[in-house]
T-cell receptor, first 114, second 112 residues
């Protein structure tokens, strides 16, 4: 299955600033997914990123707040913009390694906004 | 719309005892079902998955799950729990090349 390198692993940021999270995959994948896990909660999909097209956002998430880039088949970034304490969460990227392997997740970025 | 229900928020078992974590799903087609485990401060690790075929699926760390279409369930089991199994367990449903929908998770505590 695919191996995902996600960074940073954690960060503490001031409100009003932005943070960009990177995910690098060791193989080419068509779709990359970005999830948010709020404290003590389950995972919620933010958006799906395909190479060469605009990301598709889930209800409640907008591009101005969470812009995504997907410049090639092995890399994607998620930016959390104009942060507030409510954005404090773990952010995870995921790919479908293959039909047999299922979905692989990055190790996550633990974001704290102060 | 797809959804997953994990009715048990928190379960405590003694080390060596058997374990069953419940998962019920709603999905409009043949579901792809997954169980993931998340240890504190860690990412998600795939325990097992069901796509088709044998409804009893074997996973890593001695876990297994049984797909029951008639009950829309995919319960996770382990015959003998180890202290290192203490973690958060998530059931998820989806399809190939599509998003996963996760349940709210079950936190497993293991007493010695």
């Amino acid at each position: 299955s695919a191996v995902i390198s996600q960074k940073p692993s954690r960060d503490i940021c001031q409100r009003g600033t932005s943070l960009t999270i990177q995910c690098q995959v060791d193989s080419q994948v068509t779709m990359m997914f970005w999830y948010r896990q709020q404290p003590g909660q389950s995972l919620t999909l933010i958006a799906t990123a395909n190479q060469g097209s605009e990301a598709t956002y889930e209800s409640g998430f907008v591009i101005d707040k969470f812009p995504i880039s997907r410049p090639n088949l092995t890399f994607s970034t998620l930016t959390v913009s104009n942060m507030s304490p409510e954005d404090s969460s773990i952010y995870l990227c995921s790919v479908e390694s293959s039909w047999l392997a299922g979905y692989t997740f990055g190790s996550g970025t633990r974001l704290t906004v102060v | 719309a797809q959804s997953v229900t994990q009715p048990d928020i928190h379960i405590t078992v003694s080390e060596g005892a058997s374990l069953e974590l419940r998962c019920n799903y709603s999905y409009g087609a043949t579901p792809y079902l997954f169980w993931y485990v998340q240890s504190p401060g860690q990412g998600l690790q795939l325990l097992l998955k069901y796509f088709s075929g044998d409804t009893l699926v074997q996973g890593i760390k001695g876990f297994e799950a049984e797909f029951k279409r008639s009950q829309s369930s995919f319960n996770l089991r382990k015959p003998s729990v180890h202290w290192s199994d203490a973690a958060e367990y998530f059931c998820a449903v989806g399809g190939t090349a599509s998003k996963l929908t996760f349940g709210t998770g079950t936190r497993l505590q293991v007493t010695l």
